[in-house]
Nanobody, 122 residues
């Protein structure tokens, strides 16, 4: 089993920044890709970004240039640097992991955490 624990969410004003983190533990050797997705109340889950073990990354168009995903392979910590946040970024952010990457189909991730809330006020 893989356990994912997120942290770093919070409330910021428009234009603010947050750094989200996710610590992976358990059978992490099977993981080939990790990522973030988000879900706002009443909306479908939306993929945000992913990073493969080889360092390849991809982002949703809505966050390109504002968010940056990274991974510390030694510590199994996934991070998401967010900046220039807007109220449209308000959502629960989930860390995810698996053998495949799922940007457009976030519900396909094998493992997911409990989420960390991001709230952006105008």
């Amino acid at each position: 089993q893989v356990r994912l624990v997120e942290s770093g969410g919070g409330s910021v004003e428009t234009g603010g920044s947050l750094r989200l983190s996710c610590v992976a533990s358990g059978e992490t050797s099977a993981i080939r890709c990790m990522g973030w997705f988000r879900q706002a109340p009443g909306k479908e889950a939306e993929g945000v970004a992913f990073i493969k073990n080889d360092g390849t990354t991809d982002y949703a168009e809505s966050v390109k240039g504002r968010f940056a995903i990274s991974k510390d392979n030694t510590e199994n910590v996934l991070s998401l640097e967010t900046k220039s946040l807007t109220p449209e970024d308000t959502a629960m952010y989930y860390c995810a992991a698996g053998r495949a990457c799922w940007l457009k189909l976030p519900n396909k991730w094998t493992h997911r955490g409990q989420g960390t809330q991001v709230a952006v006020s105008s």
